[in-house]
């Protein structure tokens, strides 16, 4: 069994900063890309940032500039460093990855969610 576990959330002040970590764990045999996902009260869940298992690095629009993603492939591990946070950034943020796990093909699999609050 594969599971993805986010850390990091909190409230923060507009212009702060927090890094947000998510670690697999389980029966892994590889992981491709691993991405964030953020979805607001009301809203769909929208892809923030996306990270291939090369380095390679895509972002929303909205986020360009401040939100930085990283992975440490030893530690099954993806991050995301959020800068300049904005009110409008508040959201419950979900870690997503392409695994390929006991059964040798590659699932999808989601976290828990951490809740991401910009307020003063």
């Known amino acids: 069994q594969v599971q993805l576990v986010e850390s990091g959330g909190g409230l923060v002040q507009p212009g702060g900063s927090l890094r947000l970590s998510c670690a697999a764990s389980?029966?892994?045999?590889?992981?491709?890309?691993m991405a964030w996902y953020r979805q607001a009260p009301g809203k769909q869940r929208d892809l923030v940032a996306i990270?291939?298992?090369?380095?390679?690095?895509s972002y929303a629009d909205s986020v360009k500039g401040r939100f930085t993603i990283s992975r440490d492939n030893a530690k099954n591990t993806v991050y995301l460093q959020m800068s300049n946070l904005k009110p409008e950034d508040t959201a419950v943020y979900y870690c997503?990855?392409?695994?390929?796990?006991?059964?040798?093909?590659?699932?999808?699999?989601w976290g828990q969610g951490t809740q991401v609050t910009v307020s003063s």
């Open positions: 990270i291939t298992s090369g380095g390679s690095t």
């Open positions: 997503n990855a392409d695994i390929r796990d006991y059964t040798r093909f590659i699932k999808n699999y």
């Open positions: 389980g029966s892994i045999f590889g992981i491709n890309a």
